[in-house]
């Protein structure tokens, strides 16, 4: 089962990112809460294959939830219960992405932008050259690593050495994202795609039944499943 959600369409995987924006807004009480993300633990250990991005965005999700639960709880008046559930919120509001978005191409979501949901070339071809270059950010920054680590400047095994190190790799990161940037625009006014009127596209965008089963589920757990609870 876990070899379904790689295969399903980005256009649905980037929806059903987005649709708990809404799911999160119907959840009042720490139940409601407890059971939509029961509902989302089910379908993440059965169609989620865990890798160590899915990992990554899950921790950065945990962060901003307790930051949430402590800034709240602080300046709430120590009202536990309200930090409780404004923390639980962020949990409904961005868990599905943490899962969804590993899996999501940026090449193929732009075919479905552009031919499935019409939107404008120049604007599909614009973000799907950012989202590449983004995804492309943490192999630039392994190189960096590794090119650091052969010339001897590596952070060694002190931790405050780190902290140094993070910040000179960071602003090489900066560097090497406006240079790739820089080089990407140059390459794709050449090649006329600021001034194109009438595009073509290179693959199709199919819609497959996969697809339609996914929305349905994805549909009926971020915002059906809330919204039901919501008026119980």
Known sequence: MKRLLPQVNPLVLFVLGVLPVFGSLLVRTTPQALV????????????????????????????????????TWLLGGNQAANAGIAALRVLVLA??????????????????????????????????????RFTSLGQVWDQLDRTRRARGTGPGRN???????????????????????????????????GSATHRTWAEPAPWRRVDTVAAIVGVAVTVALPLALAVS
């Open 159 to 193: 931790p405050l050495a780190r902290i140094p190190w993070a910040a000179g790799m960071t602003f090489a990161l900066l560097v090497a994202a406006l240079r790739g940037g820089t080089q990407l625009s140059l390459a794709m006014d050449a090649r006329g795609f």
């Open 36 to 71: 939509v993300l029961a509902s989302y633990a089910v379908l993440a250990g059965v169609f989620v294959p865990w890798t160590k991005g899915v990992f990554w965005r899950l921790g950065f999700v945990a962060f901003a939830a307790l930051s949430v639960l402590w800034s």
């Open 95 to 132: 868990v599905p992405g943490a899962l969804l978005t590993p899996w999501i191409d940026p090449t193929s979501l732009g075919d479905q932008l552009a031919q499935r949901v019409k939107l404008s070339g120049r604007f599909v071809a614009a973000t799907t050259a950012a989202l590449t």
